[in-house]
């Protein structure tokens, strides 16, 4: 059975044009909803922490909304200034996010599920299913509530945490939308990456939006029967089909993909892969991101020695690929990539 809380509307989710209408229906004056808005974009717990608003008006959208404030579960600091948190939500379900400081600024990547539903064989985040989607309040919250916490500025935002983005489409675009727009947080989409495993058919409404954030497609192996494998979600798709939405995002968008890579051992690091990558790569407009594999106990896989890391490097390099090995941040707290869960206590 449901509670009281769980069936009010979530109103952090509003869009300010939204609230307008929200407030109207409550008689008041239209002026509230950018005031409103504004708190929402501070990160309160309670409608009572909003002091230019009328006391009887605080009471009234206590009564009808839910306003979501994640509790701080559990919070680890890596050696390397990387933190992570585990936020627990109002029915007592969790997740996880993660600050990462680097030198143009500080970075939170954020969960848009609880759970996922996609079975990648090397990451954490799938183990135990889909419970829920993220609402686009809570995934705000992330961000909202990490800055408040850390005390950093928060300039730019990932979405690679725990869950499938475009599995989560309709609320993943409106946390978009909220966090953009400039009565709020006001964070541009060009600081703003999105990381799919590729459900390729969500691909083609996502460049027609022409949004100009980053698209960050989980590749992680250049052929059907290694990617089949380790991901579940190419068989139906398949890496030709995946290719072929990513050129038209590519040409739609005339935005550059980021192309994610975990160096699997004996998995999808052999010379012949790094020859199929890079011919992958031809005129689709992309940039690979290596990715030396993160430990996950539950999973049987190791990452490939860095000699070989730099072999297969250097062979993409030689074939024209712009490549890049990404930098490992909080390795030493379980916040790299692949490692995030619902818990931090297993």
Request: proline letters at 4%; charged letters at 25%; hydrophobic letters at 35%.
């Amino acid at each position: 059975m449901q509670d009281a809380q769980s069936i009010k509307q979530d109103i952090k989710s509003l869009l300010p044009e939204e609230l307008e209408a929200q407030l109207r229906a409550l008689g008041q004056p239209s002026y509230r909803a950018k005031q409103i808005f504004k708190w929402f974009s501070r990160g309160i717990s309670s409608f009572d922490e909003m002091s230019d608003q009328p006391r009887a008006l605080r009471a009234a959208l206590g009564e009808q909304y839910l306003l979501t404030a994640p509790t701080l579960r559990v919070r680890r600091v890596s050696a390397d200034g990387t933190i992570k948190y585990l936020w627990g939500l109002h029915d007592g379900n969790a997740v996880e996010t993660v600050v990462m400081r680097y030198r143009h600024g500080n970075t939170v990547c954020i969960s848009s599920q609880v759970g996922c539903r996609q079975g990648c064989a090397f990451c954490a985040s799938t183990i135990g299913g889909l419970v829920r989607n993220l609402t686009a309040g809570e995934m705000l919250d992330e961000v909202l509530f990490s800055e408040k916490d850390s005390g950093l500025t928060i300039s730019n935002i990932v979405l690679m945490g725990i869950g499938e983005p475009l599995d989560n489409m309709e609320n993943v675009l409106r946390f978009l939308e909220l966090v953009n727009r400039p009565e709020g947080r006001n964070i541009g989409m060009r600081h703003i990456s999105l990381s799919t495993c590729g459900l390729t058919e969500k691909f083609d409404k996502l460049a027609s939006l022409n949004l100009q954030l980053t698209l960050s497609v989980s590749l992680h192996a250049p052929d059907d029967e290694t990617r089949s494998r380790i991901m579940p979600a190419n068989r139906g798709r398949g890496v030709a089909q995946l290719m072929d939405a990513c050129r038209r995002y590519h040409q739609k968008t005339g935005r550059r993909i980021s192309f994610e890579y975990a160096m699997i051992d004996g998995v999808n690091d052999s010379p012949e892969q790094a020859r199929q990558l890079a011919a992958l790569m031809k005129g689709v407009g992309g940039h690979v991101n290596l990715i030396p594999l993160n430990p996950v106990k539950e999973r049987g896989f190791s990452a490939t020695p860095p000699e070989r890391v730099r072999a297969f490097m250097k062979a993409l390099e030689e074939s024209g690929v712009n490549v890049t090995l990404r930098r490992k941040l909080g390795g030493d707290v379980d916040a790299s990539c692949g490692q995030l869960r619902r818990s931090v206590s297993t």
